[in-house]
T-cell receptor, first 111, second 113 residues
């Protein structure tokens, strides 16, 4: 079983397109994280949210607690957005730092 | 950016040899974590620490041990490396609590032949 599911697994877009990556989870959570990992690189935290919506530059993250669903949107996509985007949840009953991670969505933005 | 340094960044070793990975932070965060990342899996927690000499097991702790003798250093040891431990290992630090943001290191790629 996989308690955090991301879709799509792979996504190719043209520069300038609006992109949406989805994350669904099956456990009760206290927070949801969106992370970015560039090829061969480290992992960067983009957002941590427990309700509503957050925006940072061209990135927007939303969460619907009732529906156990979150989305990451990228507006006016650019080739430098090409990366793996990972959804992770802090779940009730989990020990500190024991996040449940999705397998990631690999995004490629073509110029 | 949070100051986290992992060493070594790359290591190739042979089955049965001991290996130690080091995570060093300059941020004075209480919590430190070791994860492994494998194709087809999400990141999985190996061990974590919530203070000096305070550690606990994660989801995939078998074959690994950790130590934290100073706030800034968290060591991951493979006493006798196996090929199944070939992976990319990430250290992370955080304030703790289920809503705390995590900051990740650059990763250490370990190959066990």
């Amino acid at each position: 079983k996989n308690e955090v599911e991301q879709s799509p697994q792979n996504l190719t877009a043209q520069e300038g397109e609006f992109i949406t990556i989805n994350c669904s989870y099956s456990v009760g959570i206290s927070a949801l994280h969106w992370l970015q990992q560039h090829p061969g690189g480290g992992i960067v935290s983009l957002f941590m949210l427990s309700s509503g919506k957050k925006k940072h530059g061209r990135l927007i993250a939303t969460i619907n607690i009732q529906e156990k669903h979150s989305s990451l949107h990228i507006t006016a996509s650019h080739p430098r957005d090409s990366a793996v985007y990972i959804c992770a949840v802090s779940w009730y009953g989990g020990s500190q730092g024991n996040l449940i991670f999705g397998k990631g969505t690999k995004l490629s933005v073509k110029p | 950016d949070a100051g986290i340094t992992q060493s070594p960044r790359h290591k190739v070793t042979e089955t049965g040899t001991p290996v130690t990975l080091r995570c060093h932070q300059t941020e004075n965060h209480r919590y430190m974590y070791w994860y492994r990342q494998d194709p087809g899996h999400g990141l999985r927690l190996i061990h974590y620490s919530y203070g000096v000499k305070d550690t606990d097991k994660g989801e995939v702790s078998d074959g690994y041990s950790v130590s934290r003798s100073k706030t800034e250093d968290f060591l991951l040891t493979l006493e006798s490396a196996t090929s199944s431990q070939t992976s990319v290992y990430f250290c992370a630090i955080g304030y703790g609590g289920n809503t705390g943001e995590l900051f990740f290191g650059e990763g250490s790629r370990l190959t066990v032949l």
